[in-house]
């Protein structure tokens, strides 16, 4: 024989056993398999690019290919023309086929795909799984057998019953879930003395609400509800409404500040964006003052914050001060005298701090001495208005005058 004809032959022998060899390797390292299980599935195709999946569905021995034959056997068997199985049995072997094809579009989609070309998967996938709960009114019996064996496929309407019943039981679990961490963080806040019980409140309803949320995502994930797109539209709503309510949330960082560091609580009277009454109420977004004459004013938490705020019941104690003024002609010494005679005689006056009567000023009419005891806040106007009319009164009866304010006028005389 030729060697070069014997060399031709044997390089075409060694190029088809080769491209059998590639093509048996290819057929031996699908997954494309009617018994094989979604996890096992999952597994597989977490380290495949999108070029693998794609050949792993459009692949002639491919999931495509797969779910295309079973559509055809199943056909098939409706019209009693194949012995390969019952309607039934075959229909559940579809099913399962397409839910499996769906993982891999899933990871598709999810590793960045063509839109369209995963789109046109979805579309199919979707196409089948309306065809197998068709209903056809002109055949009521067959439209029931076809509606039992859905309902009877493992994949099929079990499927569905599984993962409501899923559902629910996954929002019951966090629902208790949710109760027990509130009751964990109640009680860590409730250890730190400065905490108000609104501040408390939030944490413990924040704690809860997050945790029901995280349920409520996972649970939607066990029905197969595609949760990625939801969370991006919650997060998309949230800015929009953030950036709506500025000002409100703004009042809400205010009232939380207020909360923490507490500079007054309900029940305190404060002076606060020059408004003075007594704390009625207090919210993460406003305060509401009631003052002296009954008026119920509501203050935006964020103008309190960003202003002064002066707690006048912050402290269980504190000074009245008073200024009492006698003419230049009398004598001081016997004025001090009588006011420490008032003071020593109030029994709402505390003896520690000691009050102080000092000459404070000699002014245009009178010489003022400033007398300033100490009281409980709470009877600081009880002590205020009793304290200046028993001076008058004293003042009276030891003959010291409370000059009014004085004018000397110089008249001059002179010849016509």
């Known amino acids: 024989m030729n060697p070069r004809l014997l060399l031709s032959i ?21 997954t494309a398999k009617t018994d094989i299980a979604k996890k096992e599935l999952a597994v597989l195709i977490e380290p495949m690019t999108t070029e693998d999946l794609l050949v792993e569905i459009n692949a002639p021995n491919g999931w495509l290919a797969l779910v295309k034959q079973a559509g055809q056997d199943l056909a098939q068997a409706r019209l009693g023309a194949t012995d390969q199985g019952t309607p039934e049995a075959l229909l559940k072997t579809r099913v399962g086929l397409v839910d499996r094809m769906r993982l891999l579009v899933k990871d598709l989609k999810s590793k960045g795909g063509d839109e369209k070309v995963v789109a046109g998967f979805e579309s199919y996938l979707d196409s089948l ?61 409730g250890r730190l003395k400065k905490v108000s019980n609104l501040l408390q409140d939030f944490f413990v309803n ?11 995502i996972v649970a939607l994930g066990v029905l197969g509800i595609e949760v990625g797109p939801f969370v991006a539209a919650i997060g998309a709503v949230g800015f929009i409404v953030a950036f709506a309510l500025q000002g409100t949330l703004s009042n809400f960082a205010s009232g939380i ?79 001090k005298a009588c006011m420490q005679q008032v003071l020593d005689g109030h029994e ?7 009050p102080v009567i000092e ?3 000699l002014a245009d009419s009178s010489v003022n001495f400033v007398c300033r005891p100490w009281c409980k806040t709470s009877d600081y106007w009880t002590v205020r208005w009793d304290v200046t009319k028993q001076v008058k009164e004293k003042f009276d009866a030891e003959g010291i005058s409370i000059p009014f304010p004085q004018r000397d006028v110089h008249m001059f005389t002179e010849s016509a």
């Open 10 to 30: 044997c390089v075409v022998g060694l190029f088809v056993v080769a491209f059998s060899g590639s093509a048996t390797a290819q057929e031996a390292t699908t």
């Open 129 to 189: 799984a309306t065809n197998l709960l068709e209903i056809d009114t002109k055949d009521p019996s067959a439209a029931a057998k076809k509606f039992y064996e859905w309902v009877k496929s493992e994949d099929g309407g079990i499927r569905i019953a599984k993962n409501v019943v899923f559902f629910i039981l996954i929002l019951v679990a966090f629902k208790i879930l949710a109760a027990i961490l509130g009751g964990i963080v109640r009680k860590a806040v």
């Open 257 to 335: 500040m207020i909360l923490m560091y507490r500079p007054y609580d309900i029940g305190d009277v404060v002076n606060v964006s020059g408004v003075i009454g007594k704390v009625d109420a207090m919210s993460l977004v406003s305060t509401t003052v009631k003052t002296a004459d009954n008026q119920v004013v509501v203050i935006p938490n964020n103008s309190i914050w960003g202003g002064i705020i002066t707690n006048i019941t912050g402290e269980a104690t504190r000074r009245v001060d008073l200024v009492f003024g006698i003419g230049y002609g009398d004598d001081m010494d016997k004025a």
């Open 206 to 216: 924040t704690t809860k609400k997050l945790t029901f949320f995280i349920g409520l």
């Open 348 to 354: 709402l006056i505390l003896k520690d701090p000691a």
């Open 359 to 361: 000459v404070h000023e």
